[in-house]
């Protein structure tokens, strides 16, 4: 079900889990699917929000406890119990996949389930965030934004006042400072990207990268190549075989993952004179 979905919308999910499971409730609803969502996007969502992050922050708090309040009281649910997704949910994952699509997205990433949240309109989710100011129409073009007017020529890098402007994509630099600041601390290697062979859990579909480990295969199934994308760690550029020039390589740690512009423009000259912007 979420072989499209990239590592920031799994985690999303992940923590929409965690916040249905420490509130008692028996379904994932809408509003653990947004607080998820503050928890993995907590930058790009004060930038969409137009906030600082201390203020942003205090908002969030703020929907917290009104979550809280319209849940009725029951006892925080273990992590190993499987919680099923409320029909709302449900349909907001089929309005993110819709979104993707329309914005002609091989993935389906944490900013879509945001626009899925938002279609969902009869939803306790999308009345907090239209409480805070946000259109789905604002928040479409922000996403789909790819020429914003504030880029020079064509330069791949322009550096705002608040935001850093990659690939034409306008990310807070927040974000971006504490990005760098974190992956400096690894080696990076150049190299084509090849797809990844994975370890497949019968029955769950639950998967592992595989490395050449022994496996069960009674319990498991390897599938060769099926972990056919990868995506940068700060741009979310998508790094593949199939998505054309620029796109097939980059640099890797044997984890994550660097497109050329991010590597070259924030790694690679640690010395360079713009280089106070992110440390």
Known sequence: MFERYTEKARRTIFFARYEAAKLGSPYIETEHLLLGLWREEQANMAMLLGKKMPDALEAVEHIRKEIAARTFAQKPISTSVDLPLSDECKRVLAYAAEEAERLQHRHIGSEHLLLGLMRERGCFAAELLRRLGLTIENVRKRIGNNQPSTVVGSAHVYI??????????????????????????FAWIKQDYQPRDLLIERGTGRVMFYSGQQYDPERFELGKGAWSLEHCAICRWELSREAGT???????NGQDWLC??????????PNDPRDDVYT
Do not use: M, N, P
């Open 160 to 185: 705002g006042e608040d935001l850093v402007f990659i690939r034409g994509e306008g990310w807070a630099g927040d974000y971006v400072r504490s990005k760098v600041t974190e992956l400096r601390r």
């Open 246 to 252: 620029g796109h097939e390589t980059g640099y890797t």
């Open 260 to 269: 050329t512009v991010c590597h070259d423009q924030f790694l690679a000259i």
